[in-house]
Nanobody, 123 residues
């Protein structure tokens, strides 16, 4: 079963930074666009950022432009790691963050989901 495994969530103060990671098999996901979604309590899951299978271009939701960035690393042992660097976090960024993989681009439609990692921004 194909897997996306997130890590790096936690509690951070407003204005702080956090980096999320998503581990995936290169054999399975090398041709997929990768991205991140988030879901706050009582709200629908929303797109945050996406990255094409070739590393460029990227697509960002307006509410994270200039604060969040996505990048991708491929290791020699066949693992892809997709990072979400989040800076200048505010309480509205509190949500469960999900890694996703899409076989289509630029219209990002997830074929696979991770289980999520919680990000809480609070003083």
């Amino acid at each position: 079963q194909e897997q996306l495994v997130e890590s790096g969530g936690g509690l951070v103060r407003p204005g702080g930074s956090l980096r999320l990671s998503c581990a995936a098999s290169e054999r399975t996901f090398s041709s997929y666009a990768m991205g991140w979604f988030r879901q706050a309590p009582g709200q629908e899951r929303e797109f945050v950022v996406g990255l094409s299978a070739y590393g460029e271009p990227t697509a960002y939701a307006d509410f994270v432009k200039g604060r969040f960035s996505i990048y991708r690393d491929v290791s020699k042992n066949g693992k892809i790691t997709v990072y979400l660097q989040m800076n200048n976090l505010n309480p509205e960024d509190t949500a469960e963050y999900y890694c996703a993989a899409s076989s289509v681009w630029p219209r990002f439609r997830p074929d696979f989901w991770g289980r999520g990692t919680q990000v809480t921004v609070s003083a």
